[in-house]
């Protein structure tokens, strides 16, 4: 497995992180949502590099979103969390590396 980023930056020793939020917001307030978070990882917490985020709505038509984070532990992702509101943080997983279908060729 890989330590990369898909914009091909090359890992900087940060564990990196799936954070699984539900939000308390509707799908047009979410733009709102997610520039305090830029803000707040700017202004606040320097070390997170937003890398992306994959954004759904489940059965029941409940915002979620699956963000990957790199961040110098999981207490710093909460502590992002709980400044940003909105959502609560369901799961947080370190993740363990990374692959694309081309690590298995055929």
Request: charged share 30%; net charge negative.
């Given at each position: 497995?890989?330590?990369s980023f898909e914009d091909g930056r090359e890992d900087r020793g940060l564990p990196r992180y799936v954070?699984?939020?539900?939000?308390?917001?509707d799908e047009d307030e979410l733009p709102t949502v997610a520039t305090r978070s830029k803000r707040i990882a700017v202004e606040q917490f320097p070390s997170i590099v937003w890398e992306h985020?994959?954004?759904?709505m489940d059965a029941d038509g409940t915002l979620k979103s699956f963000c990957i984070y790199g961040a110098p532990d999981e207490d710093t992702v909460r502590r992002h969390a709980e400044m940003l509101g909105n959502h609560v943080v369901?799961?947080?997983?370190?993740?363990?590396g990374d692959v694309t279908p081309d690590d298995f060729p055929l």
């Open positions: 497995m890989r330590q954070i699984e939020r539900t939000y308390d917001v985020s994959h954004v759904v369901d799961h947080v997983y370190e993740i363990g």
